[in-house]
């Protein structure tokens, strides 16, 4: 499968705890984006790497939130000390250009 | 201020019919507007997408009329089927890098 792949696909944690997604891209995707997704709603931009620099940030990202793309492979999105309203899907796309690929995301549940 | 306006909210068609799926922005530096058809617990899947220099688009089933002057872009779906039932996403792409603006989502019901 050549698809963009999220690891874990469910993940269910107590509030203050931290977490953390993986995303692999397509290969020779060098654009990543992290979207986060509620129910009801389109998908909110988090952030956008192109290779492994970090170019935007949404500023509705608490401090809690970090994301990294080493090498500009696969990238990971942590949140720390979560609170009860992060629970979403967290979905993560490549592209080439133009073109954005969505992974299956992550859904998060904070209890 | 939410960047890209999608209705309706929601969406009921017999099968054959004509879906039609409308989204209006306000920023004209947005140069890439794509439609996304997503399934419950699956990622948004990419359908057709036209850039502003083109007034309509079709691929197979499915049309996307831009209109410039009124920054409007509409989605159409003919001979709609029960598999289309899905939500749909319009969006909007602008800024330095590539940010993308996504519509609140129409959910469609394709009745047999």
């Known amino acids: 499968d050549t698809g963009v792949s999220q690891d874990p696909r469910h993940k269910i944690t107590k509030r203050g705890q931290n977490v953390t997604f993986r995303c692999d891209p397509i290969s020779e995707h060098n654009r990543l984006y992290w979207y986060r997704q509620t129910l009801g709603q389109g998908p909110e931009f988090l952030t956008y790497f192109q290779n492994e620099a970090q170019l935007e940030k949404s500023r509705l990202l608490s401090d809690r939130f970090s994301a990294e793309r080493p090498k500009g492979s696969f990238s990971t999105l942590e949140i720390q000390r979560t609170e009860q309203g992060d629970s979403a899907m967290y979905l993560c796309?490549?592209?080439?250009?133009?073109?954005?690929?969505f992974g299956p995301g992550t859904r998060l549940t904070v209890l | 201020q939410q960047q890209v306006k999608q209705s309706p909210q929601s969406l009921i068609v017999q099968k054959g019919g004509i879906s039609i799926i409308n989204c209006a922005y306000e920023?004209?530096?947005?140069?890439?507007f794509p439609w996304y058809q997503q399934f419950p617990g699956k990622g948004p899947a990419l359908l057709i997408a036209?850039?502003?220099?083109?007034s309509e688009k079709k691929e197979g089933r499915f049309t996307i009329s831009f209109n410039k002057s009124a920054k409007q872009f509409s989605l159409h779906i003919m001979d709609s089927q029960p598999g289309d039932s899905a939500t749909y996403f319009c969006?909007?792409?602008?800024?330095?890098?590539?940010?993308?603006?996504f519509g609140s989502g129409t959910k469609l019901n394709v009745k047999p």
């Open positions: 036209i850039r502003p220099d083109v």
């Open positions: 969006a909007a792409r602008g800024g330095n890098f590539n940010k993308f603006y």
């Open positions: 796309a490549s592209s080439p250009q133009d073109t954005q690929y």
């Open positions: 920023n004209t530096a947005f140069d890439y």
